[in-house]
């Protein structure tokens, strides 16, 4: 069988090589994106915007209703004051009473997405292909959380505090005198992020995947299983010791 020609090698070797630069740079962007969009995720879980009252006319007969807006942890309601009257808080731990399934939602699909970002650090330890399988799923559970937080959202409307705020005509999925926020939106946005995201995750696996042969994928793999060991047990130790100072200083604080 007669050898591939010197010509034909270093054409394959610079497509090769040109591959691998179009790669990393691919990666680098989809790392950067993967970044904003756990910043986002801390933004929408925070902001009290998701939903707030609209531009309505007071016709001189009856109060005056109320102007505000609202989200999981915090209900905002103007006053006299430039400031507005917030109620709640992300502080309290304690988000409101009528969202409390959506904000467990939210925060599972932005633990995710963080831990997706704090997985970047395996890239030192194991293979391009195993990290990227790994945010892949990581993204897609965010998705999928993100995606039932907002669908839930809407049936938890008949609320105390949506009727405070929105009227007495707000009910599942009608927001009375209320429309949806900035946050919501970003929220709807963030399942398409984490869709796009996910999805050139698996495709640079695979393309990394083509790029390795069948022995040093072995080889990879078994390093990479105990790096990756040694990555969960140090981060569920700090995970650990976190939690131990946090009921220690809790209990010392809390009132006798």
Same mark, same amino acid.
């Given at each position: 069988m007669s050898s591939p020609s010197p010509a034909l090698a270093d054409l394959s070797r610079l497509y090769q090589t040109?591959?691998?630069? #179009? *790669?990393?740079? &691919?990666?680098?962007?989809? @790392?950067?994106?993967? /970044?904003?969009?756990?910043?986002?995720?801390?933004?929408?879980?925070?902001?009290?915007?998701?939903?707030?009252?609209?531009?309505?006319?007071?016709t001189g007969v009856g109060p005056v209703p109320?102007?505000?807006?609202?989200?999981?942890?915090?209900?905002?309601?103007?006053?006299?004051?430039?400031?507005?009257?917030?109620?709640?808080?992300?502080?309290?731990?304690?988000?409101?009473?009528?969202?409390?399934?959506?904000?467990?939602?939210?925060?599972v699909s932005l633990w995710a997405v963080w831990t997706s970002?704090?997985?970047?650090?395996?890239?030192?330890?194991? #293979? *391009?292909?195993? &990290?990227?399988?790994?945010? @892949?799923?990581?993204? /897609?559970?965010?998705?999928f959380c993100l995606a039932l937080a907002c669908?839930?959202?809407?049936?938890?409307w008949e609320s105390p505090e949506m009727r405070a705020l929105c009227g007495n005509s707000v009910g599942s999925f009608s927001p009375g005198n209320?429309?949806?926020?900035?946050?919501?939106?970003?929220?709807?946005?963030?399942?398409?992020?984490?869709?796009?995201?996910?999805?050139?995750?698996?495709?640079?696996?695979?393309?990394?995947?083509?790029l390795l042969p069948p022995d040093a994928k072995d080889v990879l793999g078994n390093y990479c299983h105990l790096r990756v060991i040694s990555y969960i047990t140090i981060l569920l130790s700090l995970n650990c010791n976190a939690l131990h100072y946090f009921c220690v200083t809790f209990e010392l604080l809390s009132p006798k």
């Open positions: 040109e591959f691998v630069r #179009s *790669a990393r740079a &691919v990666g680098v962007l989809w @790392a950067v994106c993967t /970044l904003c969009f756990a910043i986002i995720q801390v933004v929408v879980l925070v902001q009290p915007s998701w939903i707030g009252t609209g531009d309505t006319r007071h109320p102007s505000g807006s609202l989200g999981l942890f915090e209900v905002c309601v103007e006053s006299d004051w430039p400031v507005p009257d917030c109620r709640g808080g992300l502080s309290s731990l304690s988000p409101l009473p009528s969202f409390q399934s959506v904000a467990v939602l939210v925060g970002v704090l997985c970047l650090c395996l890239f030192r330890f194991c #293979s *391009a292909a195993t &990290v990227y399988k790994i945010c @892949a799923w990581l993204q /897609l559970t965010a998705g669908l839930l959202f809407p049936d938890s209320c429309s949806v926020h900035w946050a919501y939106i970003l929220a709807i946005l963030g399942i398409l992020d984490a869709a796009i995201l996910a999805t050139l995750a698996f495709v640079l696996a695979n393309r990394q995947d083509a």
